[in-house]
């Protein structure tokens, strides 16, 4: 059986979207899928991109959170 790992931000309306398809996909292929959710807030700050200090926390948690 094949496996699929899926890293996705627990809180990002994209994961949200793109879940159903992706369930799709693993119905499909047979595959396991392997959920692995992370916290995106400390990779934005650890990469101190200067357009990210201009956005709000709330932004912030809403597109990248």
Known sequence: MDTIEYFYS???AYAY????KLLEICAA???R???RPFDLNPVIAS???SHFRGFTPHYIDY???
């Open 33 to 35: 899928l392997v959920h």
């Open 47 to 49: 990469g101190r991109v």
């Open 10 to 12: 627990a809180h990002s």
């Open 17 to 20: 979207l793109g879940h159903r």
């Open 29 to 31: 292929r047979g595959a």
């Open 63 to 65: 597109f990248f959170g």
